[in-house]
């Protein structure tokens, strides 16, 4: 059974970083993608940013590009997200996901992507 496990976030201050983890294990658990995902209350699951490790190609979701820093380890299935200049914006439930060992055609903006989910992590941005 492959499991996902967050950690690292909490309550910070605006303009402040966090550094989110995610580690996955399962006996034969391998991922062709991992990404982060985030919900607000009341509002829908949306894409943070993935990580494909096939080349380590990045990509990022416009309100987060410049600030947020995926990165990750394939052998060790594990990733991080590197989190800086937090805004309140950015108050949501931080859910880790990875794909099946291969997913083509792949969208790292997809929900439906991923077979894989975590629990979450709360991080909230004061103002």
């Known amino acids: 059974q492959v499991q996902l496990v967050e950690s690292g976030g909490g309550l910070v201050q605006a303009g402040d970083s966090l550094r989110l983890s995610c580690a996955g294990s399962?006996?034969?658990?391998?991922?062709?993608?991992m990404a982060w995902f985030r919900q607000a209350p009341g509002k829908e699951r949306e894409f943070v940013a993935a990580?494909?490790?096939?080349?380590?190609?990045?990509y990022y979701a416009d309100s987060v590009k410049g600030r947020f820093t995926i990165s990750g380890d394939n052998t060790k299935n594990s990733g991080w997200l590197q989190m800086d200049s937090l805004r309140p914006e950015d108050t949501a439930v931080y859910y880790c996901?990875?794909?099946?060992?291969?997913?083509?055609?792949?969208?790292?903006?997809?929900?439906?992507?991923?077979?894989?989910w975590g629990q979450g992590t709360q991080v909230t941005v004061s103002s």
């Open positions: 996901a990875a794909t099946h060992s291969f997913r083509y055609p792949w969208t790292p903006s997809l929900v439906n992507d991923y077979d894989y």
């Open positions: 399962g006996r034969t658990f391998s991922s062709y993608a």
């Open positions: 990580i494909r490790w096939s080349g380590l190609n990045t």
